[in-house]
Every structure is written in C-alpha cells, then in structure tokens.
C-alpha cells in the first residue's frame, strides 16, 4: 500500500502564492510518476502538471507560466508551487502517483483564492 499525505493548502487572495506538498510512504519502490490534479465544485477533476522519475514534466495549459511541479525523490515527496493564483484556481487539490501503472490518490487539499 501507499499513503499519501498532502499539505499546504488554504486561503489566498488573487495574485498570492501557496505550496502543495505531498509525501507518499509505505511500498514507495516502483514510483515513476507524481502529479496534482483538481477539482472544482461542479466540474470533473483535470490534470494540472505532472513529473516522471526522470524529471520529465507536463502541465495543464491553465498551469503553464503560474505553476512548477518537482519532486524530491529522496524524501519521496512532490510539491507544486503555485504563483499568481486567480479565484478560478479554487478546487480541491489531489496528489496522485503511479506504481507500476496503477494510481493512488490523497485525501485532498482545499484551495480557496479570494478575488
């Protein structure tokens, strides 16, 4: 099993910036992707960047210039920094990873910006 444990989440105003961390524990070996995707009241969940274990990353387009996925492999965590947050970046965030082609989620983390 994995567990994931996210952080990092709250309230900000537009043009604010907040962090998401993500540690994942348990039978880690065989990780190769780490990503956050999220979801908005109302919408389905979408995709908002991901990295491979090699470091290879890809964004949503509404992430592209505002946010940054990286991971540290060593503590088996992945953060995304989130820059220039808009009140359409209000979802609840969720990490996932891939282990041998299968997802796990976290519980999920709220961000909330305020216009």
């Known amino acids: 099993q994995v567990q994931l444990v996210e952080s990092g989440g709250g309230l900000v105003q537009a043009g604010g910036s907040l962090r998401l961390s993500c540690a994942a524990s348990g039978s880690i070996f065989g990780i190769n992707a780490m990503g956050w995707y999220r979801q908005a009241p109302g919408k389905q969940r979408e995709l908002v960047a991901t990295?491979?274990?090699?470091?290879?990353?890809n964004y949503a387009d509404s992430a592209k210039g505002r946010f940054t996925i990286s991971r540290d492999s060593g503590k088996n965590t992945v953060y995304l920094q989130m820059n220039s947050l808009k009140p359409e970046d209000t979802a609840v965030y969720y990490c996932?990873?891939?282990?041998w082609g299968t997802g796990y989620w976290g519980q999920g983390t709220q961000v909330t910006v305020s216009s």
């Open positions: 990295i491979t274990s090699t470091g290879r990353t």
């Open positions: 996932k990873i891939t282990k």
